[in-house]
Structure formats: C-alpha cells, structure tokens
C-alpha cells in the first residue's frame, strides 16, 4: 500500500494563478483531511470530508476548494493565489474521526510570488 | 471555544538527556494522540491513549493520559539526534486542533 499520496512535491504560482493539489489514498478511508502549515506553525485544518460527496469547511477554508467524486481522491483547489496562502500542505486519511489515527501525506510545498 | 496548550513550546537539550513536555485541555478527552513530524515530513502517529490513568511505552516513548482527562505528558528517554521534530498533541474534536506543537532540538 502507498497510503497517502500527494502531488505536485513542490510548486510556485504567480499571484492571481490557480491550481489543484492532488491527494489519493488506498486505505479505504472514509475521512479525508486538508491541512496548511505555516512556517514555524502547526497544522491548520482547511477542509475535510467525511465520505465521498460530503465535505465541509475547517478552520482557514477561505481561498481553497475541495471536492471528493470518490473514497480516494481529494483535490484541493486554490483559486487566484494569494501570498498568504504560501505554505507546506497536508493531507489526511483516517478510518473515523474522532480519536483515531490519522495518516499524512508527504505534503506539497506551495511558494505563492 | 475548546483551547489545546503545548509546553514547552520548543526545547534544546543534548544528546542523552530526558524529555518531558505535556498538553493541557480546556476540555475534557477521551483520547491522547501523540504525532511526530520529522523535518520536512508528515506527522507520523507515536502512541495512542484512550483511557483516563493510562500509562503507555513505545520505546523509549512513555506517555500517560491524565486523570482529569485534560492532560497528558510524554517523555522521551536517552534523547538521540533523530528525537528532533515537532510533537503534536491534536484535540480528538470533530473538527482536529493540532495546536503549534513542542519543537524539539537535540545538540550532539
């Protein structure tokens, strides 16, 4: 099992550019989570779903959009990019939500100039 | 709102030497969860707690689930250079509070 994948590793946009950052996972899991990480900051959770077709808003869902067609995929949207959304982003599968084990991605390190 | 503290916030110590950090709750728990994130990598589970008094070792980890429920503390024993990281004790709430984590350093 590769667990979570996440791609692209690294990425520059320009301001005002928009992009999709790709999450898979092969676990099977129901929940699927999106978090940013600033320098220096722990996790911040963007959006999650907690099954295909359903997601919600976290704490910092401003600027971003998500979508989850299917158990594995969860693509975050960024559009019109901002600097303030320069960041490393993480995503999470886990087999519930509460009180369980979560399993991260690799992350993908966002530069936004 | 649910309030997640961490202490330290970050440590230096040096090789071979023992740490201890804790994390309190304005809420009560009914489950520890304690993350590693090595440099440059997602956060990777350690030990999972899932009952008041509960003393648990994985290694040279050792964290316990405080009685109140609104605590724990994990201790690392004989730092090496590879403890280096954040450690992460995230709110089991719906929405996960991660929290800004206890940075730790170990000088060789």
């Known amino acids: 099992n590769a667990g979570v994948t996440q791609t692209p590793k690294f990425r520059i946009l320009k301001i005002g550019q928009s992009m999709t950052l790709q999450c898979t996972q092969d676990m099977n899991h129901n929940y699927m989570y999106w978090y940013r990480q600033d320098p220096g900051m722990g996790l911040k959770l963007i959006y999650y779903s907690v099954g295909a077709g359903i997601t919600d808003k976290g704490e910092v869902p401003n600027g971003y959009n998500v979508s989850r067609s299917t158990t594995e995929d969860f693509p975050l949207r960024l559009e019109l990019a901002a600097p303030s959304q320069t960041s490393v982003y993480f995503c999470?599968?886990?087999?519930?939500?509460?009180?369980?084990?979560?399993?991260f991605g690799p992350g993908t390190r966002l530069t936004v100039t | 709102g649910q309030q997640l503290n961490q202490s330290p916030q970050s440590m230096f110590i040096q090789e071979g030497e023992d740490v201890s950090m804790n994390c309190t709750s304005s809420?009560?728990?009914?489950?520890w969860l304690w993350y590693k994130q090595d440099p440059g990598e997602g956060p990777v589970l350690l030990i999972a707690l899932y009952k008041a008094g509960e003393l648990t070792s994985n290694g040279r980890l050792t964290a316990q689930f405080g009685i109140t429920r609104k605590d724990s503390f994990l201790n690392i024993s004989a730092s090496i250079p590879s403890d280096v990281g954040i450690y992460f004790c995230?709110?089991?709430?719906?929405?996960?509070?991660f929290g800004t984590g206890t940075r730790l350093k170990v000088l060789a």
């Open positions: 809420s009560i728990f009914n489950t």
């Open positions: 999470a599968s886990s087999v519930r939500d509460r009180g369980i084990e979560q399993y």
């Open positions: 995230p709110s089991p709430a719906y929405k996960y509070i």
